[in-house]
């Protein structure tokens, strides 16, 4: 069981970036995935996150308009394209993946401890 999130970097405000996150197919078939980010001295706090096989998405208020959260299942990969970025959206950012083939409410998919797998994490540093 593994995820592997890259594409992070360096960018200026108001830049794009586009994260990936590969997963092995046992973790990503059927899987809720989401994506979380932690700053320096703050907690890890959702960013996005979408539903199997893709009919449902959602947001954290700080990111909703400028990110967007999608899917290739043929792929088993997760994206998270991320526009207009801000100096706040600063942080390492972590794709993670829930347990295949149980039914999670909307408010779930908001919540980190009901993630079963984490990546490794992919540093985004934005400039003002």
């Known amino acids: 069981v593994q995820l592997q999130a890259s594409g992070g970097g360096l960018v200026q405000a108001g830049g794009s970036l586009r994260l990936s996150c590969a997963a092995s197919g046992r973790t990503f078939r059927r899987s809720g995935m989401g994506w979380f980010r932690q700053a320096p001295g703050k907690e890890r706090e959702f960013v996005a996150a979408?539903?199997?096989?893709?009919?449902?998405?959602y947001y954290a208020d700080s990111v909703r308009g400028r990110f967007t959260i999608s899917r290739d299942n043929a792929k088993n990969t997760v994206y998270l394209q991320m526009n207009s970025l801000k100096p706040e959206d600063t942080a390492v950012y972590y794709c993670a993946a829930m347990s295949g083939g149980t039914y999670y409410s909307s408010s779930d998919y908001y919540t980190r401890d009901l993630y079963d797998y984490w990546g490794q994490g992919t540093q985004v540093t934005v400039s003002s």
């Open positions: 979408i539903s199997w096989p893709g009919g449902s998405t």
